[in-house]
């Protein structure tokens, strides 16, 4: 399996992974999304999102545990990653909004906002420093900095629950396979989490 996963291009990652926005968007403005086009785009956008974070962080584990070695497609898989939350961002800025003085109101009341704006933000150095000449210029320290990955994922995962109205099973289990992925990093015995 590994030998073909190894002759797919990464560009095929990156191309299909451009075209999800794209569809949704389309659907939004057809009607294809229902009578809240805006609530279900942003939805869908933050859904796929989560989802890719979530095979992003399944890697290192299908990795050690299964042997199916995807390590040449992780930086797609996170700046894609990068791309949805942005399209989801922009969706709820520019769609739902659409007025700046309620968005910081938004984000300093709304506690799910908060904590959704502040994974974005972490997301930002990862996303600008996801090339080989940030690998090479940051060195070691380009591993730590990359394992801010862990705090995004869970922020993700809680943004989900804590936007969800009672309790739902769907946003508990995003949070339920990220705290999963994220405890299958640590080796037995010990606290340091593995890249």
């Known amino acids: 399996m590994n030998g073909v ?18 569809v949704l968007f389309w659907l939004a403005a057809t009607g294809g999304l229902g009578v809240e086009p805006i609530k279900a785009l942003e939805h869908e956008l933050g859904q796929l999102a989560l989802q890719m974070l979530i095979v992003g962080l399944a890697i290192t584990p299908l990795r050690r545990f299964a042997g199916i070695n995807l390590l040449q497609f992780r930086r797609a898989i996170g700046l894609l990653t990068f791309y949805y939350v942005l399209c989801h961002l922009l969706v709820w800025l520019v769609l739902d909004v659409q007025i700046v003085g309620q968005i910081w109101a938004d984000i300093v009341k709304r506690p799910y906002v908060t904590v959704g704006m502040g994974a974005f933000v972490l997301m930002i150095p990862l996303a600008a420093t996801s090339n080989n000449w940030s690998v090479r210029g940051l060195g070691p320290s380009w591993r730590r ?5 862990y705090v995004v994922a869970v922020l993700g995962g809680l943004h989900f629950v804590m ?30 989490a593995l890249v």
């Open 5 to 22: 996963l190894r002759r797919l291009p990464v560009g095929l990652v990156y191309g299909i992974g451009l075209l999800p926005p794209g």
């Open 145 to 149: 900095l990359h394992r801010v990955v």
């Open 163 to 192: 936007l969800s109205k009672g309790l739902q099973i769907e946003p508990l289990l995003y949070l339920g396979a990220i705290l999963g992925l994220l405890a299958l990093r640590l080796r037995p015995g010990q606290r340091k």
